[in-house]
Structure formats: C-alpha cells, structure tokens
Nanobody, 121 residues
Framework: QVQVVESGGGLVQPGGSLRLSCAAS????????MGWYRQAPGKERELVAV???????NYAESAKGRFTISRDNAKNTVYLQMNRLKPEDSAVYFC???????????????WGQGTQVNVSS
C-alpha cells in the first residue's frame, strides 16, 4: 500500500521559516515527480512547487525567491524550505507523489493527508 506522509507544519510568525518533509513509500514503481500543493479555507488547491527525479523544479509565482523544493531520491523524500513566510501562506500543505511504470509509462499519483501551516503573530 502506497503511503505519502508529510511532516513539519506548525505555527510561525511572519518572516519566519518552516521546513516541510514528505516521504513516499510502498510502490513497486519508480518515484518520478513530487510536489507540494496548498489549500487555504474557501480556496482551491494550488501548486506551490514540484520537482522531478532529475532535479528540475517549477514554482508558483508566490513561492519564487522564498521557497525551495528539494528531494532525496535514496529516501523517496521531498522537502519544502519556506522562508520569509507571510500570513497569506497559511494553508494546509499537501504532498503529491507520482510513480511511473517504465514498462508502459503508466503513471500513478497519490496525495498525502496534509499538514497545517499557520503564519500569524
């Protein structure tokens, strides 16, 4: 059974930093893309950042210059370092993991349960 487990959320003051972690396990296929999304109350889930197995990254405009996504392929883990946090960054942050079956290139995607980030003074 595939598991995608996030950790590292919490309460932080504006201007502070948090580091989120997400570990994916349980699939017989290769882990390809991993990413972070977030959803604030009353809003749709939105992309924050993604990274593929080769290390290529893509960020939402709101995250550029403040957030850094990285991964440890040996541990099937992705990280999101968030600096200079703002109140509008408050949301539930979800990890998204994509596996690929290289025999036919079929892809399988999974979500974590989410971790709450609150930025408030």
């Amino acid at each position: 059974q595939v598991q995608v487990v996030e950790s590292g959320g919490g309460l932080v003051q504006p201007g502070g930093s948090l580091r989120l972690s997400c570990a994916a396990s349980g699939s017989i296929f290769s882990l390809n893309v991993m990413g972070w999304y977030r959803q604030a109350p009353g809003k749709e889930r939105e992309l924050v950042a993604v990274i593929n197995s080769g290390g290529s990254t893509n960020y939402a405009e709101s995250a550029k210059g403040r957030f850094t996504i990285s991964r440890d392929n040996a541990k099937n883990t992705v990280y999101l370092q968030m600096n200079r946090l703002k109140p509008e960054d408050s949301a539930v942050y979800f990890c998204h993991a994509g596996f690929i079956d290289y025999s036919d290139y079929e892809r399988f995607y999974y979500w974590g349960q989410g971790t709450q980030v609150n930025v408030s003074s």
